[in-house]
C-alpha cells in the first residue's frame, strides 16, 4: 500500500543536470561555453553575477534564448552595479524586483544572495535569507540546498580576496543549521572547490573540515564551497 497518493507509487525522481558559472563578459570565450551549455544538454544555468564588464545589450542578447526558455537565472556581481545602466536592465531581463531571491528547480532549492548590498544580521538581506532557509526545512520536495553569492567565502590566492561582503561571519553557521550543501561563487576568474566545510567561530577564515574525501555525505554537517568564475 501507498502512502498519502492513494496507493499509487511516488513519481519516479527525473535526472536533470545544472551549469553553475558566472564572470561572463561578451567575449568569445563566452559563446564556447553557451555552446557548451546546449551541447551538453543541461536542464537549467544559474549565473553567479558578474555578466557584462560594458552595457549590459551585449550580454541579455547572449542569454536571452535561456530566459525565454525559463532555463536561467542569476546572482548580481560588482560589475553590473558598476558597468554603464547599472543593475536596471538586469532586474528587467530576469524580472526580479529583489536582487536577493529564493526560486527551486527540480529537488533543488536555490538562495540568492546579493554580496554588494548589506548582508549583516538584521538586514532586510539577511532577514528574507534566513527566513526562507528555515521554511525550507519545512518542505519534503526539497532534498539539495545551494546558496549562490558573487564574492567568495572562501578560496586560494587569486586576483581578488575573500569575504568582502563578511559572509562568513554572517551566514557560514546559518547556512550548516539549514542544510545547505554547497555554496557557489565567482568573481576570481577560475575554478575552485574546497572539502566539506563547517564554521569555524574562533577563527572564521580557517574553517573546521567537516570531511576531506568523497562521497561527502548530503546530510553532512558541513557544505563545500566552490568558485566558478568560468564563465567567458
Keep these: 500500500p501507498g502512502g498519502g497518493g492513494g496507493?499509487?507509487?511516488p513519481p519516479t525522481p527525473t535526472d536533470y543536470k545544472v551549469a553553475i558559472a558566472g564572470d561572463w563578459g561578451c567575449e568569445p570565450e563566452t559563446d564556447?561555453?553557451?555552446?557548451?551549455?546546449?551541447?551538453?544538454g543541461y536542464n537549467y544555468?544559474?549565473?553567479?553575477?558578474?555578466?557584462?564588464y560594458e552595457s549590459a545589450s551585449c550580454w541579455t542578447s547572449r542569454f536571452s534564448a535561456l530566459k525565454n526558455a525559463n532555463k536561467f537565472n542569476s546572482a548580481y556581481g560588482n560589475h553590473e552595479y558598476s558597468e554603464s545602466g547599472g543593475i536596471s536592465p538586469y532586474k528587467t531581463f530576469?524580472?526580479?524586483s529583489l536582487t536577493y531571491f529564493t526560486f527551486k528547480f527540480q529537488n533543488i532549492q536555490f538562495f540568492v544572495i546579493d554580496t554588494n548590498i548589506n548582508c549583516d544580521v538584521g538586514s532586510n538581506q539577511h532577514n528574507f535569507i534566513k527566513a526562507a532557509l528555515e521554511a525550507s526545512q519545512n518542505d519534503n520536495t526539497v532534498v539539495w540546498r545551494i546558496a549562490i553569492i558573487h564574492h567568495p567565502m572562501y578560496g586560494a590566492s587569486s586576483d581578488h580576496g575573500y569575504n568582502e561582503a563578511n559572509t562568513r561571519e554572517n551566514f557560514h553557521q546559518l547556512f550548516v543549521t539549514n542544510h545547505v550543501n554547497f555554496v557557489c561563487s565567482g568573481h576570481n576568474h577560475n575554478w575552485q572547490r574546497t572539502y566539506q566545510?563547517?564554521?569555524n567561530s574562533g577563527?572564521?577564515?580557517s574553517p573546521t573540515v567537516v570531511d576531506n574525501s568523497s562521497p561527502y555525505s548530503r546530510t553532512a554537517?558541513?557544505?563545500i564551497h566552490v568558485v566558478t568564475g568560468t564563465g567567458g
Design 45 to 52: 544555468v544559474v549565473g553567479v553575477g558578474d555578466n557584462a
Design 94 to 96: 530576469f524580472g526580479h
Design 32 to 40: 564556447d561555453v553557451l555552446d557548451l551549455i546546449s551541447s551538453e
Design 203 to 205: 577563527s572564521p577564515s
Design 7 to 9: 496507493g499509487n507509487p
Design 221 to 223: 554537517a558541513g557544505f
Design 197 to 199: 566545510l563547517a564554521y
